[in-house]
């Protein structure tokens, strides 16, 4: 056939660049968003007064919520493309959706520089999350059809674009906490960075065009789809009564010579050959007709499974859980800990169990045992939520040092990576080459299910390690008594709380007659409530009420407002020391 011999050269890679850039840019929201928790929680974390007498530090999830807001439009958006992808031209949903994300982008660079209250700042940020991610799921399902039309290398090039995404994001951010800017300096870099990185993914692909190698790709569908109407109208009109017989590879075998089947004998050519070709591309049609959707999934349904199992145990944990682990080693390390032992060591371990599926392929596809091994992946769940996850009411820490950490979280992303691409890479292979197209489309629904459920679980697992409200804890305690061991604590309870209220509202009232600073009113109310602590501690001790103290300690953290880690925390934000 014409146009398939003859394609030109990818000169100095310029295409495999152009989509790696492509790949890279499709999961810069994602990733710069998750990489930054630290910076919304730290503009998040303010307080806000109950029952008009105790002040409590407000949660507001950012995690969970971020990272379900990310996954639903890629679930709203795979079943929505047919209707989508039909009405709007590639040049329109690809180039228009990397304009909208760069300017959500800046948007959020701006914004680093707007103050804002607490509650204004999390539903605008969620709003950009939104959109921001939903552009990206059009970019991701537009492009993933572009690259489709390459040789397969491409696709491989692209999909490394977007493993590296995370790694991308990372290093970003270590820069930007390495630096010696302040914080709203430091994170209004990190945000322009994906500003760039859209600019060059949209230079990319406003590139494509114009090289000859990507252009002839580009074209050769339609061109081909042509070529083989033409040849087939050619070759079948030599023949009067031929038969085509549609194979499940989709090739066709000719009866026009002489060693064909006794029954297909040799005729002379008639009037009617067109007509009769015509009628044979129907057959030949009919009998390549593609299986529908249910029987596709009846062959995929393990393979549809692993992946969205996969990526629910990866989301329900990451990073909803996994960035709130403190570090075991306090003083500047604290400062790079979250974003080298969390977010790189996964990025970087992701992408090389994605890529090592290039070289090992086990379990082999018909295995029992590979979906056995993705089920067997459940147990990362508990093991990170057993790492050093503050705040924590109920469970302990069996893996407070760091390289333990590190070494669960190598292991869980290495076989994230690994699974998901054996996953979608074996489903294809299950179905006949004319169902494959079905089979790809039905996995990347499955593959945003399973985000989507990870994302979801996220909110029950880190209320379950977080424990019951400790608001309503206390509240239960202090007036209601409910707990044996504790009831003999409620006067002492009850009087060191008093005690510290009405020491701050003297404290507020000499301040405020005095003129003096609203620092040392700060650090005089937080010495008071720290002695109140300790002195409460003390009866809890005197009552040899051990085990009462474990429960109740940390709701008593956040009646009093400061104990330990919280007053740290607090010393850290009137220092200004640099919370990206």
Not at 258 to 283: H, R
Not at 294 to 301: P, T, Y
Request: aromatic letters at 12%; a neutral charge.
């Amino acid at each position: 056939m014409k146009g398939r011999t003859d394609a030109p050269q990818d000169r100095a890679c310029l295409v495999g660049v152009c989509f790696f850039f492509l790949g890279l840019g499709t999961l810069l929201p994602w990733n710069f968003f998750m990489t930054a928790s630290l910076y919304f929680q730290g503009r998040l974390n303010s307080t806000e007064l109950r029952n008009g007498t105790v002040v409590v530090l407000k949660e507001y999830y950012f995690n969970n919520w971020m990272t379900l807001l990310s996954q639903l439009p890629l679930l709203v958006f795979t079943l929505l493309n047919s209707i989508l992808y039909q009405r709007m031209s590639a040049m329109m949903r690809i180039a228009g959706s990397l304009v909208f994300i760069l300017l959500l982008f800046i948007f959020t660079a701006v914004l680093v520089k707007v103050p804002m209250e607490a509650d204004h700042f999390f539903s605008v940020t969620m709003a950009t999350i939104w959109f921001i991610n939903s552009f990206g799921a059009v970019l991701q399902g537009s492009l993933f059809g572009l690259v489709g039309l390459l040789p397969q290398k491409y696709s491989t090039i692209f999909m490394s674009g977007q493993g590296l995404a995370g790694t991308f994001a990372a290093i970003a951010m270590l820069l930007a906490i390495a630096s010696d800017a302040d914080s709203e300096t430091a994170a209004l870099g990190y945000f322009i960075t994906p500003c760039v990185g859209t600019l060059v993914t949209l230079f990319s692909y406003l590139l494509l065009p114009r090289l000859e190698f990507a252009q002839y790709y580009l074209n050769k569908g339609s061109k081909y789809e042509a070529d083989t109407t033409d040849e087939l109208l050619k070759e079948r009109s030599t023949v009067e009564n031929g038969k085509l017989n549609g194979h499940a590879n989709g090739t066709v075998t000719s009866n026009a010579t002489k060693d064909s089947s006794a029954a297909e004998a040799e005729v002379e050519p008639s009037p009617d050959g067109p007509k009769q070709a015509f009628l044979s591309m129907e057959q030949v049609e009919k009998g390549q007709a593609k299986a529908s959707v249910l029987e596709v999934f009846k062959k995929i349904w393990v393979m549809a499974f692993c992946i969205t199992f996969v990526f629910t145990v990866t989301l329900s944990v990451f990073p909803a859980v996994t960035a709130d682990v403190k570090t075991s080693f306090p003083g500047k390390w604290e400062r790079f800990f979250i974003s080298v032992c969390c977010f790189l060591i996964f990025n970087i371990n992701d992408w090389f169990g994605r890529t090592i599926t290039t070289l090992i392929r086990w379990p082999r596809k018909e295995s029992r045992l590979f979906p056995a091994l993705v089920v067997s992946r459940v147990v990362f769940i508990p093991l990170l939520m057993l790492c050093n996850v503050q705040s924590r009411s109920f469970l302990p820490v069996y893996f407070s040092h760091d390289a333990a950490f590190s070494v669960i979280m190598s292991l869980f992303s290495l076989s994230s990576g690994y699974f998901v691409c054996l996953s979608m890479s074996y489903a294809p292979q299950l179905v006949e080459p004319k169902d494959a197209e079905t089979a790809g489309a039905l996995m990347t629904f499955f593959l945003a299910l399973g985000l989507s459920i990870g994302a979801a679980l996220s909110f029950p697992l880190r209320a379950l390690h977080h424990g019951v409200s400790c608001h309503l804890l206390v509240k239960r305690l202090v007036l209601q008594g409910s707990i044996p061991p504790l009831r003999k604590l409620n006067a002492n309870l009850f009087k060191n709380v008093t005690q510290v209220q009405r020491e701050e509202k003297s404290i507020e009232e000499e301040e405020e007659s005095d003129s003096s600073s609203e620092g040392d009113k700060k650090r005089k109310t937080d010495e008071v409530q720290v002695v109140a602590v300790e002195e409460l501690a003390d009866h809890i001790s005197a009552e040899g009420e051990g085990d009462a103290a474990v429960v109740f300690s940390p709701a008593l953290d956040v009646l009093i407002g400061t104990a330990g880690r919280e007053r740290d925390l607090w010393a850290t934000r009137r220092h200004k020391t640099i919370t990206v």
